[in-house]
């Protein structure tokens, strides 16, 4: 069988292959990096202090953490076309059980750390099997979870306080090797996403997001992944809520809510595609670096702090709204 | 790997109430390559599905080389040594070709990861062990052409080495060459001892590839042999259950010239359609042909104004613009679309609503639906189409296809089109119902409606079709009138134009 | 005609079977209290009915169509809040203010209509943006979300009685009767829910898909303005979280009634039992002195339920491979194109 160049296809046409990697339809995911840079420097600019300033990093890295743990594990339920609502519901219950349960001391907490993250994987288990095994869009069945463990939550610790536990609040704070552990974490969880986008879990995901019919000839098993999906969600807000209870050192039973709208906003800023089929949870962490920006931005201005409301949700509608523009005209 | 045998036997399978396969066999060697052919909605991607392991026979046996196969999954299939290019291609689009290529079997390197580039290498010297060149293997498939992603499905299955390959249409978009190819490999393959299962429409490749032919017909075998033993019109007959010209109504003689009702000027809607002018005339069929892929959808979406287009379309001398389907419906033209359950039906609604919506604004009056025009609408359109349902108010998705597909003509016929667009409108539709909607197609040119309509299959074109146009890369490569009408021009034209080959 | 009436019974099943619902649970409440069954109790839970049935029109579309609106609870915070910012007490001014503030809920649901409708934007992050937006412009407006009273006129008009029954009773009747028509007898319900059970289809059936689709948002956000100056007068005052409960309420309300979530499906009028039974279980609960706390889980659970037996309903008879094909029914043709 000779190799004639050319002989098995037609000469390439109009549609040349692009030279770069880079099409339209990566440009949502660089745009996060922008945004971070323009925000990061009319901070420095205007208020240099708040970044610059002593413990100043720290303190925002802090506040980076969950919401960085959060959606990575939304990045990995969006690449499927779903959405989990629930992380709410899930980090105001590990917040009101730690508040009113974990009073140890020492390596005794661990049992019960690990008791929360265990209820936050069982929960997004039953948010997966619920997903994969009927036809119930992801949207209703985390929109229902939540209210159930807000509920939860509400009960275990009706208002805000109790007492946390004062390992844990060590456990969280100080450097290791000079470096915040807040920032530490937030480099594990980039190197954790390097090891992931070669695995084959991720290939499957991102083969479900992208046509789930094709997925299922090509026997990728769907139920399973999905389910993944939703379990590493559901255990990275339960890592989210100690940390973020940890931090605060006072229970919440509201505390998981704003956690929703932040990390849809992230990925979201981050560019992955909300249909499924592309994504990076590393752009979803500068998506979350951006979004908890516009608080900071806000203070630097000089304006009430009301305006970082109304930005955040702002800045979800236009990013949602210009990803969905350009996804919808790449898929042709 | 090799293969001794594969027996199918006694395979059942219900979709809901619909019986796909019923008592299938099937019974092949190692080595030979059989061809499996049937009508639209036979049974024969339903086979393949349950070879696959994508669904489960409610009955049935299947034994490759004497031992029984129990294929519950494509991981099952493929460790059974079944590897499948599926007629509707198992590619992902947001993926690259080399991930494609070794979905499921990427060599793994430490802690569970897929080492990419070492995947690129073994990709690109794959495919180049192959023949295949123009592709790269770092692109994604969504920028790969339909032949193309075609030749990558098939190049998938290939890899797996598998004991048996089983092809579900693999030359709809393929070139000559490309189908050379094809051939080419399926040869090599059959001689290392494997069964390769070969299914296509196009009786002149199966004449040429296959050792073996098997029919099914209603989900059942209905005749089994070698190839050089059976006719064409055998095979026909066999496929159809009755001789083919019971199902064509008879073709008048070539209409006299008419006005020309609708005029296409450089309709273009790139990249896939690039510019088409043709007239269509009164009370004429013209029937547009072509490989897969070569813009035939592009052209009837930007007819019906379903996309966006450049260049010029009239209606009765009157410039019209199409923005929207509602446009072309007001102009007078109506489309029947390609898949009836995602793009034709809302099936969880009643036969009257779906017949109702797209006539609304002739039978409401200040926003209300007029109960007593709508009756009427229904009543008529019910009964010039024979819709066989129990009431007006039942679900579409409990009729059959066929009825299905004429809730949509009952539709579209209400919206009184002077251009009547049918992309495909007989797949998956049992013989019977064809042969109604083919009458009804004369009936409606008799009464003066125009029809354009798009068929994969070219026996469809040649015994309706007043005027052929053969579409090629967009663009109209032939406008074949009367006598010129044949299969083998069609087919000739589809692929390369003028000259018919000995294949062929 | 009898074939017509048992047919239309079976395929509102759902619609029937909520309003016995209803029913049992308000017998299970008079055996448990007796003053359950008292006329002022009655009334009061039509009441507090209605306000979720008011919010729940703009819902119900919303949901029939396969999307969801979000942003409910600031729209309706909202409008309360400013009618009593903007009126400061006096009721004339309330006749230039209410329209005002329904029209501006109007419009909140316009942008929201735009993104989901045009841009393609999921509903669910469209409304979940645009609640966070609309909060954040509220407490820059109120400085901090202080309470603040409604005018005399209001309140009296909320809580009193026209023709004999309590006015918010006979609006909700009102509005109930519209919907109803609106959904069942009109081009528009027609075009409605084509759009939600199959939007290709009702393109290349000639329905503007898209102007449709806006039309539900609009509804919702004008409606929970609407109902944020009538629950402003209810309470006598407005603050910013008097909004929140009527998320889950006015979903869990629509779902309840039969609405398929999937869209295309369900009716209004199974909204309004949905309503009440929401109303009904809250008060039961209320008796054996469970809280806010069994009520979100109650809410929760409720919503899984009835919508896992919708989805059920939708698979019986059906292939698996059309059941997957109605979820992917979302995506418009423009999808096909690769």
Known sequence: ?332 | MTASSLEITGLQKSFGGVKALDGATLSCVGGETHALIGENGAGKSTLVKVLSGSVQPDEGEIWLNGERLHVSSPLEARQAGIATAFQELSVIPDLSVASNLFYGIEPKVRAGRIDRNSLRREAASFLESLGVDGIDVAANVRELSLAQRQVLEISKALLREPAVLILDEPTSALLPEQVQWLFAQVRDFAQTGGIALFISHRLEEIESLSDRVTVLRSGTNVGTGPIGEMSEARLVEMMLGRPVDRVFPEQPAAPTEQDVVCELTDLAAPPRLRGISMKIHKGEIVGVGGLQGQGQLALFMALFGAIRSTGKVSIKGKHVRLRHPRAALDAGIALIPEDRASDGLCMTLSIRENISVGSLPAISSWGVVNRAKESKLLSSAVSQLNVKMKSLRQEVSALSGGNQQKVILARVLAQKPSVLLMYDATRGVDVGTKAEIYRLMREQCEAGTSILFYSTDVVELVNMADRVVVLHDGQIRADLHGAEITESRIVAESVGGGATRQLL | MREAVTDTLRKHRSVVLAFALAIVLFVIGTVQASGFASWDHVRTILITSSFIGLVGVGQTLCMLTGGIDLSIPSNLAGAAVLTAFLANGSSASLLWIIPLVIVIGALIGLINGLGVAYAGVPPIIMTLGMNSAVQGLLLIYTHGGLAAAAPTNLVNFVNGNTLGLSTMVLLWIVVAILATVVLSFSTFGRKLYAVGTNPAAARLAGVDVRRVLVVPYIVSGAGAAATGVLLLGYLGQAFITMGDTYLFSSAVAVAVGGASILGGKGHYVGTVAGAIILTLITANLNLISLGTSAIDVAYGVILLGTVYLASMRMRSGQSPRLVAMLGDARTSIAKRWR
């Open chain 1, 1 to 332: 069988m000779s190799v004639t160049p050319g002989v098995l296809n037609p000469p390439p046409r109009a549609d040349r292959r692009p030279r770069f990697k880079v099409g339209a339809g990566d440009l949502p995911l660089l745009m996060a990096y922008v945004y971070v840079v323009v925000m990061t420097g009319v901070c420095l600019i205007v208020s240099p202090d708040l970044i610059d300033g002593p413990g100043a990093m720290s303190a925002n890295f802090s506040l980076v953490v969950p919401l960085a743990l959060v959606c990575f594990g939304q990045t990995l339920v969006m690449l499927t076309r779903g959405i989990d609502l629930s992380v709410g519901g899930v980090i105001s219950v590990g917040s009101a059980l730690m508040a009113t349960h974990l009073n140890a001391k020492g390596w005794a907490v661990m049992p019960e750390v690990l008791a929360i993250l265990v209820l936050g994987t069982l929960i997004g288990v039953l948010n997966g099997v619920i997903i994969a095994k009927t036809a119930i869009q992801p949207f209703i069945v985390t929109l229902a979870m939540w209210s159930i463990w807000d509920g939860v939550a509400f009960g275990v610790l009706p208002v805000e306080g109790g007492k946390v536990s004062q390992t844990l609040t060590n456990a969280t704070n100080g450097n290791i090797v000079g470096i915040p552990k807040s920032i530490w974490i937030v480099v594990v969880l980039l190197v954790v996403w390097r090891w992931l986008r070669q695995t084959r879990l991720l290939g499957d995901l991102v083969a479900i997001g992208s046509d789930e019919n094709r997925a299922r000839l090509l026997g990728v098993r769907i139920d399973r992944r999905k389910i993944e999906a939703y379990a590493a969600c559901g255990f990275l807000a339960a890592l989210a809520s100690i940390w973020v209870t940890a931090q605060t050192q006072s229970g919440s039973p509201i505390g998981g809510d704003q956690f929703i709208l932040a990390s849809v906003a992230a990925v979201v800023i981050g560019g992955t595609n909300i249909f499924g089929g592309k994504g990076s949870a590393a752009s979803s962490m500068m998506g979350a670096i951006a979004f908890l920006l516009i608080p900071i931005l806000v203070f630097a201005l000089n304006l009430t702090s009301f305006w970082g409301t109304f930005f955040q949700g702002l800045i979800l509608i236009v990013a949602v709204t210009f990803n969905s523009l350009i996804q919808t005209r790449s898929q042709r």
